[in-house]
């Protein structure tokens, strides 16, 4: 599959609650519905459908089903049995084997069904982070380089299945890339993992995305794994804007996922918008991202940019509160999106 310069998608989540409250995020998400709710199977389902309308609305060429649950324990919950424990918390305690089940395929097949756009994009929880959520007794498991193997085997056997199954990008999310090299895990490994995880992807488009300020050991990791998209935060970290060339990008043949909106609002903000209700203050204006847009453009050139969040807006639901209100929450995500949209067709 071939992308258009300058297409648009999202990294993965969105501010949606369940439609209930759950106890994990993972099934069985509840003992019991509450008195008075009526019973769905999959309480994120709601918010799924809402995710998927507001980014078609906004005109995102490339989608997300919003990962409305945490983004670790989504997966981890169904290795349970198949290695894992999670009587208290989640304890590696034998070999880890994947399942027969695919954690999210569901959901890229009511993308698939009901959302008109370019393609759907699946985020995926790479081996590195999900292993930093993990215990081997009182340690990390992000220490024992044979669970961080296993779990990239697990995650393969994810992106096999997404890619079977109809899905167009398909990113391994890493944002504990850089824990990992700060508790002693070498670069040589970490570029393996990830290409490990990335191998089954034939059909769609291969991606990774990892947060924070880069520096040029996670840039010459990132260069040498197989993925075709590097995604990373530029709106809000612009030291990172130096940390690839446009040689670097084409020699290796990858494009930038460029994050050119701010996705992790000031706190103080939020809590304002919480008793004022004046969401805009968090919104950039379209002269802001249009300036972050063309800068990106001059620095590496459209051909070699996607555009999309620094990164999820998934922690906007720790500010649901007063009149900052779930509604309000996907509004500003709405308007963020628009805008970038907006000033992609200008530029094209």
Not at 124 to 137: C, D, M, Q, R
Request: hydrophobic share 35%; proline share 7%.
């Amino acid at each position: 599959m071939n992308l258009t310069p300058l297409d648009t998608t999202v990294v993965g989540s969105l501010p949606t609650s369940p439609f209930y409250t759950v106890i994990r995020d993972f099934p069985p998400y509840t003992s019991s519905v509450p008195e008075g709710e009526p019973y769905v199977d999959d309480p994120f389902l709601p918010g799924i459908f809402s995710s998927l309308k507001l980014q078609q609305d906004a005109g995102i060429d490339y989608p997300s089903y919003g990962q409305p649950q945490d983004m670790c324990s989504m997966f981890l919950g169904s290795l349970i049995g198949h290695g894992l424990d999670h009587s208290q918390g989640f304890q590696v305690v034998g070999d880890i084997e994947p399942p027969r089940t695919i954690p999210a395929i569901e959901y890229l097949q009511v993308s698939k069904r009901f959302i008109s756009a370019k393609g759907i994009k699946m985020p995926l929880t790479g081996p590195i982070t999900l292993a930093a959520s993990l215990k081997v007794g009182s340690k990390a498991a992000i220490e024992y380089p044979e669970v961080v193997e296993q779990l990239a085997h697990f995650v393969a056997s994810i992106a096999r299945g997404y890619d079977q199954g109809g899905a167009d990008i398909i990113s391994v999310d890493e944002p504990s890339l850089i824990y990992g090299l700060y508790v002693g895990m070498e670069p040589e490994f970490c570029t393996e993992m990830i290409n490990t995880a990335l191998k089954p992807i034939t059909n769609a488009v291969s991606s990774i995305h990892v947060c924070g300020q880069l520096n040029a050991n996670t840039t010459d990791i990132l260069l040498a794994t197989t993925a075709r998209i590097l995604d990373h935060e530029f709106a809000s970290i612009p030291q990172n804007m130096t940390a690839y060339t446009r040689d670097h990008l084409e020699a290796s043949g990858k494009l930038l996922g460029y994050g050119c909106i701010i996705s992790n609002m000031e706190p103080v903000h939020l809590l304002e918008i919480q008793n004022d209700g004046n969401w805009k203050k968090v919104v950039e204006s379209k002269e802001i991202m249009r300036k972050r847009i063309e800068d990106g453009i001059s620095r590496w050139g459209k051909e070699n940019l996607i555009l999309d969040p620094d990164c999820g807006f998934g922690g906007l639901r720790g500010y649901i509160n007063g009149l900052l209100t779930e509604d309000i929450a996907m509004k500003i995500c709405y308007e963020k999106l628009k805008t970038m949209t907006d000033i992609k067709k200008e530029i094209t």
